[in-house]
């Protein structure tokens, strides 16, 4: 059995082949106003970041404009994260798939990763497994985004509340909340 499998995360394989590119790979682009706002937010010292989710490429591009030096990686282009025994660098900073959030969070520091970043989903921590997953994996820094973003650009009102969890060891004693705006 794979370890997608083992994690209740369906890999490409268990799906339809008729599902569309976003459905297949949870493929959600981070849109510019969240990339922003974390970015702003992180405060950690410029160097080596992996971003196993990479997508179209556009937070390694805004790291890299910091001075981050970025790993990217992407199960489109053959990185599957699940598959990895060990962290390609012991930073992650990413927008990984929601609907196997929980065992990302799992996976990442069971390979090794020491800090983290990542947009989530609002509730994440908002119930029985999330308060499981809490005790195991209490985030540094956990913080509502006071917007909502339209990740479809369907127009109209934008359907995803969001969050970020950000770890800077993979559990903390106690977590800061913040609410943060749009980046101006």
């Known amino acids: 059995m794979d370890r997608r499998a083992r994690r209740g995360c369906p890999g490409p394989g268990r799906r339809s082949a008729l599902m569309d590119e976003r459905k297949k790979f949870d493929y959600y682009p981070t849109p510019q106003s969240i990339i922003d706002v974390v970015l702003n937010n992180i405060h ?3 160097g080596e970041i992996w ?8 937070l390694v591009s805004a790291m890299r404009d910091r001075g981050y030096r970025v790993v990217a990686e992407d199960i489109q282009s053959g990185q599957d994260f699940f598959e ?5 660098r012991p930073s992650l900073i990413t927008n990984p798939p929601f609907r196997c959030i929980r065992q990302f969070i799992d996976h990442a ?7 983290m ?5 609002e509730r994440l921590w908002a119930c029985g497994k ?7 994996h209490r985030p540094s820094r956990f913080a509502n985004l006071a917007w909502r973003e339209d990740y479809l650009n369907k127009g109209g009102s934008p359907d995803r509340a969001l969050a970020v969890s950000i770890w800077n060891a993979p ?3 106690a977590t800061t909340y913040d609410i943060w705006q749009r980046a101006k």
Do not use: K, M
């Open 44 to 46: 950690w010292d410029v």
């Open 51 to 58: 971003e196993p989710c990479a997508g179209d490429g556009r």
């Open 84 to 88: 990895g025994e060990v962290a390609a």
């Open 109 to 115: 520091f069971d390979i090794g990763v020491q800090r």
């Open 117 to 121: 970043a990542l947009v989530t989903p």
């Open 130 to 136: 999330g308060h499981e997953q809490w005790c195991r």
């Open 171 to 173: 559990h903390s004693e």
